[in-house]
């Protein structure tokens, strides 16, 4: 059962799943130390900061009450996509790109991240229908592209290129799920990085494109039963700002293959509750259609089933509160198997009888461990189980009664992904990725418990130069937090070398090693990188992840602000030369820090941040982060809120680190109008020394799907920015 669709398999450089989540824009980067003589030819040929002249920018008189509190909303009309935010949208750009432009080495920049972006890229085999898939890219493609091969030594043939939704590249594959006899293909396409989908479908065996056409499709998967899919979806908008409007009464549909939308059957609705997203997933054997229930971001959720075989059988419940998290594997004949963190915080698989749920007739397959259970597959009549230790990846297999068989050998410390198969096959494929060790995938042979190296990017790296390692450091309330340092060898401690530090802190979300290409550039030219698995994250299970959120937010924001002084305490760097970066709910994370501590770092770089956290629950999905942060519409929560919201803790006259601040305005999983009045309010009271700007791409959203163009684009304009605001110039001696 494929309990995460094959976007998984895409390789998107700061890619999303499709989840109604404030998921973290993943930039996983890696850096390396610049020498004295480096630092000071650079600082010597670093241009003299340039006056800016930001927009005029009219402001409202709008004032709110909150509990007998005034809050003024100066902003509010940046809200609403209209002409007058077009032309201010157009005079922002304009004056961040002259300022970009007139950076001597941007252009440096860009062409050495185009010419290391520029090599193939893969991703793991799948099987369907008797026949292999797998994604490549040939370098700089704008989307990976689809191949297909009757065995894994036929010639790979093109099966569905992305790159021909559109000339800009800016419509992207979001969704991918096979029928169970792989005869269909239904797949989803997102435009400008929105997260409304539109599902087609794919005759498999000619390559044909069906008529079929699904609209107004989001956080849903197809997922197949007989010759059609069952998906979710919400009303088409009638009136406002589709990508903003609140998202409401999702519902699930069932569509047949070769008929219109207007005829697709509604399976499940519930009138009584807005707020609540319905997922469903159908397992390999197409016994139980299973609906995973949620009312917020954070993991927990109810869980119905349908049996499937008995037409006249009745979606009921299994879970009925939001308590927990349930993740079902698959099937075991009339049987679910069912990764939990009930009673288990760093969750167990157990075997629950849908029609006797209760806990005390669950059977416990593999108990709860000292490592965070992060994934399990049911593949060639084996469980595989991936654990997460100290936010790195192990990998065990046991037999379908519980007991281990053995471990799969890894190369190194990393991360590890993929092991999707079905109960049938006799091997599986994943992938394997760390800091400096580009991702490499890997054949297992389940009967042999064999892994051999399947295919290794080769990249114009000598990553043998760079090394990694994990402290832990102490926050402010004495927890002990891991954290990876990367760097070259040899790099001396002289409290000189620029640094940037990354993290996200959120939704049970865990940050863990992974190469980027793009920070590749920030390690050869002289960075250190850092990234803190901070509280909130699910690194160490629900009991991490709960002290993270609301009331204890602020947790996070110390976590980060600890990271930030260890770093300048044991001399890796120092405040001059330190940037911090974080997208979504890292965003929150970086516009809290650099709010509270603004001293502490040079740059800042929030990007699709969730900024007005009075305000983030009135549109689109952001109502599914109440769990995670609390709602102003609670007085308790909002005195919390108040007192961390990045927009509405800018101060008059308080000089803040040198500011790029990144969206898009089709953003919409965190409206752009976050970052709209964040930097509005920046520009207008932050005092003068630091450039405070925003770069909004246009027709690009949360990042899923970005262009490669644009990616490489954004890439050499942040570090562009970075680099020239702590007065280093990495091509200098070119």
Known sequence: MTMINKTTLLLLAGGLTAVSACQPTKTDTTANSMTNETTTAAAASAPVARALDYPKIKKVDQVDDYFGTKVADPYRWQETHDEALDEWIEAENAVTQSYLSHIPFRDNIKERLTEIWNYPKYGAPFKEGGKYYFFKNDGLQNQSVLYVQENLKAEPEVFLDPNKFSDDGTVALSSLEFSKDGKYLAYGTASGGSDWNTYHVLDATTGEKLDDAVEWVKFSGPSWYKNGFFYSRYDAPTEGNKLANKNEYHKVYYHQVGTPQSQDKLVYEDKQHALRNFYGQTTDDEHFLILNVSEGASGANALYYKDLTDTKATIKPIVENFESEYNVVDNMGDKLLVRTNKNAPRYRL?????????????????????????????????????????????????????????????????????????????????????????????????????????????????????????????????????????????????????????????????????????????????????????????????????????????????????????????????????????????????????????????????????????????????????????????????????????????????????????????????????????????????????????????????????????????????????????????????
């Open 350 to 734: 157990v075997l629950i009888d849908p029609e006797k749920p209760q806990e005390q007739n669950w059977q416990v397959v593999i108990p709860e461990s000292e490592n965070v259970m992060t994934d399990v597959s049911l593949v060639g009549g084996r469980i595989i189980a991936t654990y997460m230790k100290d936010a790195s990846s192990e990998v065990a297999v046991f037999d379908t009664k519980g007991k281990q068989l053995n471990k799969v050998e890894l190369p190194a410390i990393g991360t590890v992904s993929g092991f999707n198969g079905k109960k049938e096959d006799k091997e599986v494929f994943f992938t394997f990725t760390s800091f400096t060790y580009p991702t490499s995938i890997y054949r297992y042979d389940i009967p042999n418990n064999k892994v051999t190296l399947f295919r290794k990017s080769e990249v114009d790296i000598d990553t043998d130069n760079y090394e990694t390692k994990q402290v832990f450091y102490t926050s402010k309330d004495g927890t002990k937090v891991p954290m990876f340092i990367v760097h070259k060898k040899g790099l001396a401690l002289n409290g000189n070398n620029p640094t940037m530090l990354y993290a996200y802190g959120g939704f049970n979300i865990s940050m863990t090693p992974s190469f980027s290409i793009s920070n590749m550039l920030w390690l050869e030219n002289g960075g250190v990188y850092a990234l803190p698995n901070l509280r909130g994250g699910g690194e160490y299970g629900e009991e991490w992840h709960k002290a993270g959120v609301t009331p204890n937010k602020q947790n996070v924001f110390d976590d980060f602000i600890a990271a930030a002084e260890y770093l300048i305490k044991e001399n890796y760097t120092s405040s001059e030369k330190l940037a911090v970066s974080g997208g979504s709910n890292g965003g929150l994370l970086v516009g809290a820090f650099m709010t509270q501590r603004p001293e502490l770092a040079k740059v800042a770089l929030p990007a699709v941040g969730v900024m007005d956290m009075l305000r983030f629950h009135k549109f689109t999905i952001g109502w599914a982060w109440v769990p995670e942060y609390g709602s102003s519409d609670n007085e308790a929560q909002f005195k919390n809120l108040y007192a961390f919201s990045p927009l509405h803790n800018i101060k008059e006259g308080v000089k803040y680190p040198a500011t790029l601040v990144k969206t898009a305005d089709h953003d919409d999983r965190v409206v752009p109008a976050h970052s709209f009045k964040f930097i509005s309010t920046l520009q207008e009271k932050g005092a003068p020394g630091n450039p405070y700007l925003i770069r909004i791409d246009v027709r690009a959203g949360h990042g899923a799907g970005k262009p490669t163009s644009l990616q490489i684009q954004e890439a050499a304009d942040t570090w562009a920015f970075v680099y020239q605001n702590m007065g280093l110039n990495p091509y200098a001696n070119q």
